[in-house]
């Protein structure tokens, strides 16, 4: 059954909606908030172990939660006010999905910059937004936005608004018709409405530290945790398919070739792993992830992971060859899991990020290794 929803969602570009219903009735999109707001009270270290996990079977759905975890996390961190009052126990009941609106034409990714401005219009805000990539935005009960402040004379002046759905018009603005990642739906939206003053998240507090501290954090752990899990599954699929019976009748288990094609891409994998589990208790003992070595760190996790969890799926594609590595229908996923993967690199372009890295790089002469 799982299998046939997965080809179905990735076919038509479907939103895995049974997925989120069932999300919301377990009470699970309310993991990071704390049980006083009647949440889980789960920790980053439990947003990346379900991100393994979910990511094993689904990949669009692993990141579609981890996702949401990012937004729902920077509430708990920053949220004040009449907005934390309210917003926290609503989160906290696991049924409101939060959907990132962060993406903007001709800005190229760059995530502590924005280009749309907020309006005043008395106590409230005016937001006029076009994103090219939200994920799951027809599906989510609010949204976090980053948009220029009504008075800002830089576009690195951001803000982080909420809106629940019912303060905004969200209009599609466009298909999403992707090679891989189809099930998140990450179709453009218009949003536009007025929201009060107040649903700001830490006004005063430089939209940068909220990025460090959170947003980047959540962001390059979540997303690593879920292309591990994706690649971690499809090498599960590989190797119960030649211990089969089926499978020992058709692959020959002591060929060198196989086996060390098998051991690359296990290598790959445990690598990644290794790298994961250090950089989340380096972000979990750490007060100041500003520091270079920090910040190179979690970049160079995500790089990692984009690039390794793709090439351990390639590794297998040649391993177990045409029928079972390039076809669609083979029980093993790999065509599926390498398009899905192939988004990782984009996803904050890998060129953006060692760019990031060269300058960080020259400021650690001593190459302080976390």
């Known amino acids: 059954m799982a299998e046939q929803h997965l080809a179905t969602a990735d076919r038509d570009a479907?939103?895995?909606?049974?997925?989120?219903?069932?999300?919301?009735?377990?009470?699970?999109?309310?993991?990071?908030?704390?049980?006083?707001?009647n949440g889980m009270g789960g920790t980053l270290r439990d947003v990346v172990d379900a991100g393994l996990a979910l990511g094993r079977c689904d990949m669009s759905i692993a990141l579609i939660f981890t996702m949401h975890c990012q937004q729902a996390a920077a509430v708990v961190e920053f949220a004040a006010g009449p907005l934390r009052s309210r917003l926290l126990p609503v989160l906290g009941e696991g049924r409101h999905y939060l959907a990132s609106v962060s993406t903007e034409s001709g800005k190229g990714g760059h995530v502590y910059s924005a280009r749309a401005a907020l309006r005043e219009e008395g106590a409230d805000l005016v937001v006029d937004r076009f994103a090219p990539v939200v994920t799951g935005g027809e599906q989510a009960d609010g949204f976090l936005i980053t948009m220029k402040n009504a008075q800002a004379t830089t576009d690195r002046d951001v803000a982080l608004v909420y809106a629940a759905r019912e303060q905004l018009l969200a209009e599609p603005a466009g298909d999403w018709q992707p090679m891989g990642m189809r099930a998140?739906?990450?179709?453009?939206?218009?949003?536009?409405?007025?929201?009060?003053?107040?649903?700001?998240?830490a006004p005063g507090v430089p939209f940068r530290t909220i990025a460090d501290r959170v947003l980047v954090p959540y962001a390059h752990l979540g997303w690593s945790a879920a292309w591990l899990g994706a690649a971690a599954g499809a090498l599960s699929r590989v190797l119960h398919l030649i211990r089969s019976p089926?499978?020992?009748?058709?692959?020959?288990?002591?060929?060198?070739?196989?086996?060390?094609?098998?051991?690359?891409?296990?290598?790959?994998?445990?690598?990644?792993?290794?790298?994961?589990?250090?950089?989340?208790?380096?972000?979990?003992?750490?007060?100041d992830l500003t520091a270079p070595s920090a910040q190179l760190l979690l970049n160079g996790?995500?790089?990692?992971?984009?690039?390794?969890?793709?090439?351990?799926?390639?590794?297998?594609?040649?391993?177990?060859?045409?029928?079972?590595?390039?076809?669609?229908?083979?029980?093993?996923?790999?065509?599926?899991?390498?398009?899905?993967?192939?988004?990782?690199?984009?996803?904050?372009?890998?060129?953006?990020?060692?760019?990031?890295?060269?300058?960080?790089?020259?400021?650690?002469?001593?190459?302080?290794?976390?």
């Open 301 to 370: 996790l995500k790089l990692s992971a984009s690039e390794q969890c793709r090439a351990a799926v390639d590794d297998l594609i040649d391993a177990v060859g045409l029928q079972h590595g390039y076809l669609k229908d083979s029980p093993t996923r790999l065509e599926q899991t390498l398009r899905d993967l192939r988004s990782a690199a984009l996803n904050y372009h890998n060129d953006r990020l060692h760019l990031a890295d060269g300058r960080l790089t020259l400021l650690d002469r001593e190459v302080r290794l976390v």
């Open 184 to 201: 998140t739906r990450s179709a453009p939206l218009k949003l536009t409405g007025t929201v009060p003053a107040h649903q700001i998240l």
């Open 246 to 287: 089926q499978g020992r009748k058709r692959f020959d288990v002591g060929s060198e070739l196989l086996l060390t094609r098998l051991s690359r891409a296990r290598q790959r994998l445990d690598a990644v792993h290794a790298q994961l589990r250090h950089t989340l208790r380096t972000v979990e003992t750490t007060p």
């Open 14 to 37: 479907a939103f895995p909606v049974d997925a989120l219903d069932a999300m919301r009735a377990e009470g699970l999109l309310g993991l990071v908030v704390p049980r006083a707001h």
